[in-house]
């Protein structure tokens, strides 16, 4: 079945515990990418990568680190997590010219 | 400033109706153009993708059309049924997959 995973689905952590999110796809899709969705400010783009080797900022990536060392894997870090990053962060991949296929969603509070 | 809007941001019409949920995008230059659709606390699920030479693309009750020169895509659902009561997002690509901006949606209310 071709899916996103993301894992964990929910964390709840303390300010400034180095934490990673990880997201797998098994479409070998080029494109990746990593959003937040906050009530009321929708979804935003927080980095995506273009394949393996190949990331580049989105609009809001203050905070984060992301890596493609596989062309299925994307992990995002958060090297010092702040509760200005509660929210819920969703995993995307395509062929960057279909349709985007997105993860069920990682629910994180950073007290 | 690229920017994407759906209005209204929350409707709630009676089942059977035929309904359209609007969004406008602010630069005209988009390689494609998607609709989703999100059920409280879950992920995002695909609705219909419009490549930016289309004008509209169908999919069951569901018809997608995509209007570059005014900025504007509308998602028509006819029949409406309870089960399509979600959040509708619009989401704009304007770089192959790479710069992606998403309206911040419309709660779709069906009532029995």
């Known amino acids: 079945e071709a899916q996103v995973t993301q894992n964990p689905r929910y964390l709840i952590t303390v300010t400034g515990k180095k934490l990673t999110v990880t997201c797998s796809q098994n479409?070998?899709?080029?494109?990746m990418s990593w959003y937040r969705q906050d009530p009321g400010l929708g979804l935003r783009q927080i980095y995506y990568s273009m394949n393996v080797e190949v990331t580049d900022k989105g609009d809001v990536p203050e905070g984060y680190k992301v890596s493609r060392k596989e062309k299925r894997n994307f992990p995002l870090i958060l090297e010092s997590p702040s509760p200005n990053q509660t929210s819920l962060y969703f995993c995307?991949?395509?062929?960057?010219?279909?349709?985007?296929?997105f993860g069920p969603g990682t629910r994180l509070t950073v007290l | 400033k690229q920017e994407v809007t759906q209005i209204p941001a929350a409707l709630s019409v009676p089942e059977g109706e035929n309904l359209v949920l609007n969004c406008s995008f602010t630069?005209?230059?988009?390689?494609?153009l998607q609709w989703f659709r999100q059920d409280p606390g879950k992920g995002l699920t695909s609705l219909l993708l419009?490549?930016?030479?289309?004008r509209e693309q169908t999919s069951g009750r569901l018809n997608a059309s995509l209007d570059k020169s005014s900025g504007r895509s509308t998602l028509y659902i006819a029949a409406s049924q309870p089960g399509d009561s979600a959040t509708y997002l619009c989401a704009v690509d304007y770089s192959s997959a790479s710069k992606i901006i998403f309206g911040s949606g419309t709660r779709l209310s069906i009532r029995p």
């Open positions: 479409m070998n899709h080029e494109y």
């Open positions: 419009i490549q930016s030479s289309q």
């Open positions: 995307a991949s395509s062929t960057g010219v279909d349709t985007q296929y």
């Open positions: 630069d005209s230059a988009i390689y494609n």
